[in-house]
């Protein structure tokens, strides 16, 4: 029972602080890379805009 008792006073886990820290900077990669493709996107779209390259809106299917 006192080492459980130590173990939760003890402080946090440096394995766990490890694998927050690890995860925080995924998130933030990830955060990045998502920024990048919109841009990318975005100026692939208005290129296509630009050059009317643009598939224009499909007509209803039929009832």
């Excluded at 946090?12 to 900077?25: C, F, G, I, K, W």
């Excluded at 805009?49 to 809106?57: A, Q, R, T």
Aim: hydrophobic letters at 45%; aromatic letters at 2%.
């Amino acid at each position: 029972m006192a080492k459980a008792l130590f173990g939760h006073v003890g402080g946090p886990d440096p394995r766990m602080v490890s694998e927050m820290r690890r995860l925080q900077q995924r998130v933030r990669d990830l955060e990045a890379e998502l920024v990048r493709l919109q841009e990318a996107n975005d100026a692939l779209a208005a290129d296509a805009d630009h050059d009317g390259m643009l598939v224009p809106d499909r007509e209803p299917a039929l009832a």
